[in-house]
């Protein structure tokens, strides 16, 4: 899912959601800077091991790994399994005329125009999140503030054998995205992706259709977000779990 459902998931599974476990839950979308792969933060093996490491390294920083297994458990209904059906929410309601969209907005193979439709749908869940009077900017904004970037930036540094003055970096664009937008609103979705294209992706997009595309993405999500969201809160994971 996108920054806003990860955000308001952990506020409706949490009694307690301060600024660490608010940013865990958005922290393995940082994947998208390159400072680590979608396979770390996000699959089980290289969870647990961080979990470890963090607590013998920075016991400070353990509210942290709360935030990541919400992700963990909002991923897993959008991705992998959904009220006992495969795949998740996510890729199950990615239609035909999404994908031919999709084809017209970027120009990638036919296995990333899929990855960029579930994103269009978790893109969907937020838009109608934000605009169904749950803005999480705020808490968001202020999170991200809150927490130090330097112990964050040692923390995956010393994890995952990266300079920290890199980690420091990704970690400044990462919380850039998921601050910059004003994501109630197509144009700002827009915006979003197509810098996301060209920062991760290295590729321009079309945005035009781009905007048809995230039309279409909020037409097919608009009756069923909610139930999805609801459903996942009601139904979170008893344990970290491969979600991709
Ligand atoms: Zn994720």
């Not at 330097?150 to 540094?157: E, I, N, R, T, Y």
């Not at 290295?202 to 009756?223: G, P, Q, R, S, V």
């Amino acid at each position: 899912m996108f920054f806003n459902a990860h955000v308001y998931y952990t506020t409706r599974v949490d009694r307690n959601p301060n600024e660490l476990k608010v940013v865990g839950s958005i922290l393995p979308d940082m994947a998208a800077t390159g400072l680590v792969t979608w396979d770390n933060l996000h699959k089980k093996k290289d969870l647990l091991e961080l979990f470890s490491y963090t607590h013998k390294t920075s016991l400070e920083l353990t509210p942290l790994l709360d935030g990541l297994s919400y992700h963990n458990s909002l991923d897993y209904t959008s991705h992998t399994e959904y009220k006992n059906s495969k795949p998740g929410y996510s890729y199950a309601s990615i239609t035909p005329q999404l994908l031919e969209l999709m084809k017209k907005t970027i120009n990638v193979p036919d296995a990333r125009v899929r990855t960029s439709c579930h994103n269009l749908i978790e893109a969907g869940v937020d838009y109608h999140l934000l605009n169904d009077n749950n803005d999480m900017a705020t808490l968001i904004r202020t999170s991200i503030e809150q927490v130090d970037k330097h112990k964050l930036a040692g923390l995956l540094s010393g994890y995952y054998q990266k300079t920290e003055e890199k980690a420091l970096w990704a970690l400044n664009d990462f919380f850039t995205f998921a601050t910059n937008y004003n994501l109630k609103d197509i144009d700002g979705w827009v915006k979003l992706l197509t810098d996301m294209n060209k920062y991760y992706l290295k590729i321009e997009t079309n945005e035009l259709y781009a905007k048809k595309t995230l039309e279409t993405a909020f037409e097919i999500t608009k009756d069923t977000w909610k139930e999805y969201l609801e459903f996942s809160i009601s139904h979170p994971l008893k344990e970290i779990t491969d979600c991709n």
